[in-house]
């Protein structure tokens, strides 16, 4: 038997020496006897103990003895780390752990010191330890998770302010949206982030925006601007919107603020001028976007009509089910049910609905109504359904992507020929009609006319719709006409108390036809307030509706509050001026 050591022993202890320091780790090798066998210089970077407790054949228990005495203690739980410790239990804990056949543990030991020990057990009954600082890296894991937690408490803030906010990256793309800035376009947060305001916008306010984006970003200056928009929902927001640049270069973002001042402008003031001077703007709000989209607004209309308005005032506080297989049928009503109190949910099947209810049952939940579309696959067993709750029945027929012109197609007969839209042949009508398409003066019945307050000329079909939905819903007579000389027969006739003017239109447009108006008033000594209706409000364009004789102007798409702005403007103040 040869006990010699190899005579290149010093050299693979010289390795693995080399090769500890390089990997800052500390290796610490005991025999099956718990004798120190090996200890790497590093072990003196982990344990503040005497140079000699490291010496081979030193025993583990004098090692682990050195070690508290030093002050160290590791491997104790946190409830036990402000009780005082037993020398002797530490000791047997730590030669436990020691012994069995792996121990993997990140320990804490010191006020902000934490190591990674590693002990494996060879067949042979050979330990080996290893050491590692780690940290670093665990104070970085716990900057991290402080890190996350304050920007979910961030987003927490954030969504839950009052103020519409939302932030842009770099290329103006909107990365983040609170609530309430989704709100003014009644979408979702994810149907905003990820895209522009191209995509929210008119081409001129989105290039707008955007230019206040652009420079914000090249100067770090922040921006205010004081700005009319109009909510998804058709309802006035005035807002002082600020925009400021944050973040690194390289990594700058866009946060705009929008300040909403609404409550304090309608309650201060009784128009739009007098805003201005109560609230100190300078240069008056401008017209900013207009989010109301009057085609939902009239799919919203034609469900909640169908519900009784009775059980629509006193919705809040109760639960309603709607069952439709029509996605867009069930944002609207539940939206529409939730926005009353009403707790609402959907199923989209008859499977569906029959699993619903009865998971409901087993839990003791009660429904109050079942709200169920007509045109759902085996409709009629669910109708009468077996839980004794009512049930409402909806008729949504046609509202979708052909909406709009299956309600044009139910007021026209369509001829084979002339425009490509057809020649509207104008059906039978009365005085109490809810709205009247005038396309020939000729054809117009005695009965049609009468007091008329509000004419509109508009050569859009759906955009006549618009109109008419908005004044019928204010109780207002009016009457539309297709193009300018028409709307100048219809005035003659009926003298409206305003008209509302588009700008471009066939046969005569809307300056042309104004100014005939104003010629024909010099002979009659009245005036008829006409306020121009554009696609665009360019200079150019108001100078020339200005220089025709025109009181006003409304930029398209209109909303109710828009129009009822402009009628209690020119029709209110005239009728409170002739009873004065």
């Known amino acids: 038997m040869n006990d010699v050591a190899p005579s290149d022993a010093h050299i693979r202890l010289g ?23 090996f200890a790497s210089r590093q072990a003196l970077r982990y344990f503040p103990i005497p140079v000699e407790m490291l010496t081979p054949g030193t025993r583990l228990r004098d090692v682990l003895g050195a070690i508290f005495d030093s002050g160290m203690r590791y491997g104790i739980t946190p409830d036990q780390r402000h009780k005082a410790i037993n020398r002797e239990e530490w000791i047997s804990s730590r030669i436990s752990a020691h012994w069995r056949e792996q121990h993997d543990a990140v320990e804490r030991v010191g006020r902000d010191r934490w190591i990674h020990f590693r002990k494996r057990r060879l067949p042979s009954g050979y330990n080996v330890s290893t050491f590692v600082d780690v940290s670093e890296q665990k104070k970085q894991d716990e900057q991290w998770r402080l890190d996350l937690e304050r920007i979910a408490l961030t987003e927490d803030i954030l969504e839950t302010l009052p103020s519409p906010v939302v932030i842009k990256d770099r290329n103006l793309t909107y990365i983040a949206a609170n609530k309430a800035f989704c709100a003014i376009y009644g979408a979702s947060a994810e149907a905003i982030v990820g895209r522009s305001s191209w995509a929210f916008a008119d081409p001129e306010t989105a290039e707008r925006i955007e230019q206040g984006d652009r420079s914000v970003l090249k100067t770090g200056e922040p921006t205010s601007l004081a700005e009319h928009i109009i909510r998804a929902d058709g309802s ?21 603020v929008m300040q909403d001042v609404t409550a304090y402008a309608r309650d201060q003031v009784a128009d739009l001028a007098s805003a201005d001077a109560v609230l100190r703007v300078a240069g008056g709000f401008i017209e900013a976007q207009n989010c109301f989209d009057p085609v939902r607004e009239a799919e919203h209309r034609l469900l909640l009509d169908q519900l009784d308005p009775d059980e629509l005032r006193t919705i809040a ?3 309603v089910l709607v069952v439709t297989d029509n996605p867009h049928i069930e944002d609207i009503l539940v939206a529409a049910l939730k926005a009353r109190g009403a707790e609402c949910c959907a199923v989209r099947s008859v499977a569906e609905h029959h699993a619903f209810l009865a998971a409901a049952a087993a839990g003791g939940l009660s429904l109050d109504y079942i709200v169920i579309d007509r045109n759902l696959p085996a409709r009629e067993a669910i109708a009468d359904n077996d839980y004794g709750i009512e049930t409402r029945l909806i008729t949504p027929d046609d509202i979708g992507p052909d909406f709009m012109r299956t309600l044009v197609d139910s007021h026209e007969l369509l001829s084979e020929d002339a425009s490509p839209l057809g020649e509207i042949v104008v059906t039978p009508a009365t005085f109490a009609d809810d709205w009247y398409i005038a396309t020939d003066i000729t054809t117009m019945l005695p009965g049609a006319v009468g007091d008329v307050e509000v004419l509109v000329a508009e050569d859009n079909q759906i955009n ?8 019928e819903g204010m109780g207002v007579s009016h009457r539309i006409a297709e193009n300018g000389e028409e709307a100048v027969m219809l005035w003659r006739k009926h003298q409206p108390r305003l008209v509302l003017m588009d700008i471009s239109m066939p046969l005569m447009n809307g300056i042309d036809a104004a100014k005939e108006i104003r010629d024909a008033e010099k002979l009659t000594g009245t005036r008829t307030p006409i306020v121009a209706v554009t696609a665009q409000a360019l200079n150019v364009d108001m ?3 200005m220089d025709a004789g025109m009181d006003d102007y409304i930029t398209k798409p209109v909303s109710p509050d828009m129009i009822e702005a402009i009628y209690r403007r020119y029709v209110n103040r005239r009728a409170e001026k002739s009873v004065a």
């Open 236 to 256: 006035d927001l005035y807002t002082i919107t600020h925009k400021y640049r944050i973040g690194a270069p390289e990594h700058y973002v866009i946060v705009t």
């Open 15 to 37: 390795m693995f020496e080399a090769a500890c320091d390089i990997l800052a780790a500390a290796v610490i090798v005991y025999d099956k006897n718990d004798c120190l066998v």
């Open 543 to 545: 100078q020339n509706c």
């Open 317 to 319: 506080g109760k639960r």
């Open 464 to 471: 006549q719709f618009v109109f008419s939905q908005i004044l």
